[in-house]
C-alpha cells in the first residue's frame, strides 16, 4: 500500500538469517553439549583431563565452556562441544590410581633378575608409588642396541603433579642403576669393511670407481 518491494525485504531477511543461523551454529552446539556434560556428568570439577592436546585439572564447567587448568597454572577455555566430539582421557573418572608405566632400556648381557630387583626397590622406596596394587617389572622386548623394560607403578599422583612424579622416579632409577653398575646403552651400529683395492679409471672425461677384492 505505500509502495515498498516487500520482495526484496524478504531476500534481505533471508540472507540475514542464513548469517545467523552459521553464526549461531557454533554456539547452539556448545550449549547442547554443555547440557549433556551437566546431565551425563563424563566430567566433574576437579578431574584432571586430556582433551584437544590441553591436560589439566577442570575448574568450572558453564553452558558454553569448560575451564581447564594447566600444571603451569594457566587456564584455558575449552568449548564444550570438544567433550562431546573429541577424545577426552579423564584421569580420575570413576578411581583416582592410574598405573605409571616407565621404560628401562639396559645393555645385552645384564642380569634380569637383578635388573627386576633394583627397580622393585626404587618404586618400593618412593613414598607416592601405592604397594597395593604392588608395582611390577616386565620384559618388553629384545631392542637393537638394549634389553627394554618397563617398570609399572600404581599411584594416585597422576592426578596433581604427574610430571612431577615420573620425573622423580626418572631421578631414582638413574641413581640406582649407576650404583648397582647396570649400564644404559645407546644406539650402536656396527661396521664391517672388506679389504681389497679401489681401481680409478677415466674414460671421456668421466671417472669410474670399481672395488676389486
Known amino acids: 500500500m505505500v509502495g515498498i518491494d516487500l520482495g526484496s525485504l524478504a531476500l534481505v531477511a533471508g540472507a540475514i538469517g542464513v548469517g545467523l543461523g552459521f553464526g549461531l551454529q557454533n554456539i547452539l552446539s556448545n550449549f547442547i553439549s554443555g547440557l549433556i556434560l551437566l546431565a551425563e556428568r563424563p566430567i566433574a570439577i576437579g578431574d584432571r583431563v586430556e582433551v584437544d592436546g590441553v591436560a589439566g585439572r577442570v575448574r568450572q564447567i558453564n553452558l558454553r565452556s569448560t575451564t581447564v587448568v594447566t ?6 577455555i575449552v568449548p564444550n562441544s570438544a567433550f ?14 592410574v598405573r605409571l608405566r616407565l621404560p628401562v ?18 618404586a618400593d622406596a618412593h613414598p607416592k608409588a601405592l ?7 616386565l620384559f618388553e622386548a629384545f631392542g637393537d642396541s638394549a634389553l627394554n623394560f618397563e617398570l609399572a ?49 677415466g674414460q671421456s672425461g668421466a671417472t669410474r670407481f670399481t672395488a676389486e677384492p
Open 71 to 76: 600444571s603451569d597454572n594457566i587456564s584455558i
Open 131 to 137: 604397594k597395593d596394587p604392588a608395582p611390577t617389572v
Open 105 to 122: 632400556g639396559v645393555a645385552y648381557g645384564t642380569d634380569p633378575d637383578r635388573l627386576k630387583r633394583v627397580l622393585l626397590a626404587v
Open 153 to 201: 607403578v600404581w599411584t594416585a599422583e597422576m592426578l596433581a603433579t604427574p610430571r612431577r612424579f615420573r620425573s622423580e622416579l626418572n631421578f631414582a632409577v638413574e641413581k640406582a642403576l649407576r650404583e648397582n653398575d647396570i649400564e644404559i646403552p645407546f644406539p650402536q651400529r656396527d661396521l664391517h669393511l672388506r679389504s681389497g683395492t679401489l681401481r680409478v679409471s
Open 84 to 97: 562431546i566430539t573429541s577424545k577426552v582421557v579423564n584421569w580420575s573418572h570413576g578411581d583416582p590410581k
